[in-house]
């Protein structure tokens, strides 16, 4: 089974940016798309992006789009989800999540979860 951990988040003025990290380990990370979400507290999670399994197509919520943006090396089993911009609404602690197939298949569910890494962004 693939397991996820998140990185890379923190306290950073609104304004500001963050990068954070999906580390996977396991074989199907890399024939897998991965999804971000994030959760603040007293909400209900929500989706936030998403990588193909060799990063040719991507989504983006409304809210984040022009702001973030996704990457991944599979060489080194990691995606990387650049935050600019940083909003305090962007607020939450956000996970990553292995896809069911290479291309996005939300509806199907998420086969593997990360622990999350907190972001809090100040005005």
């Known amino acids: 089974q693939v397991q996820l951990v998140e990185s890379g988040g923190g306290l950073v003025q609104a304004g500001g940016s963050l990068r954070l990290s999906c580390a996977a380990s396991?074989?199907?990370?890399?024939?897998?798309?991965i999804y971000w979400f994030r959760q603040a507290p007293g909400k209900e999670r929500e989706f936030v992006a998403f990588i193909s399994w060799i990063g040719d197509s991507t989504r983006f919520a409304d809210f984040v789009k022009g702001r973030f943006t996704l990457s991944r090396d599979n060489a080194k089993n990691t995606v990387y989800l650049q935050m600019n911009s940083l909003k305090p609404e962007d607020t939450a602690g956000y996970y990553c999540?292995?896809?069911?197939?290479?291309?996005?298949?939300?509806?199907?569910?998420?086969?593997?979860w990360g622990q999350g890494t907190q972001v809090t962004v100040s005005p």
């Open positions: 999540a292995l896809g069911r197939g290479p291309y996005y298949s939300i509806a199907t569910g998420c086969a593997s």
């Open positions: 396991g074989r199907t990370f890399s024939s897998s798309a």
